[in-house]
Nanobody
């Protein structure tokens, strides 16, 4: 599976962005869970959200109520809608696939390139 993340940009605090993760390749996308991780400058990757093949979702506490993960299996797409953005959300965001819905980075095998989200105060 090949993944490509897009949709990042510069936004003011309180604003919104929608990230997209496009999947391609011979593997069946619907068989995978998809997660979003982020990496702020000088920090390690942090789990943000994940969605199972059936649509179940998990979020890190700091984004609950603000971020929504969704998927469109017919289009091989996963989305991350980010509302009420804060400067602390500034990071490079990555999407990745896993055989199960997980918060653990080691459970994810295929990764897309990142997309930069910058939230100004």
């Amino acid at each position: 599976v090949q993944l490509q993340a897009s949709g990042g940009g510069l936004v003011q605090a309180g604003g919104s962005l929608r990230l997209s993760c496009a999947a391609s390749g011979r593997a069946t996308f619907t068989s995978y869970a998809v997660g979003w991780f982020r990496q702020a400058p000088g920090k390690e990757h942090d789990f943000v959200a994940a969605i199972s093949w059936s649509g179940g979702s998990t979020y890190r506490d700091s984004v609950k109520g603000r971020f929504t993960i969704s998927r469109d299996n017919a289009k091989n797409m996963v989305y991350l809608l980010m509302n009420s953005l804060k400067p602390s959300d500034t990071a490079v965001y990555y999407c990745a696939t896993s055989l199960r819905e997980s918060t653990l980075i080691n459970d994810y095998d295929y990764w897309g390139q990142g997309t930069l989200v910058t939230v100004s105060s």
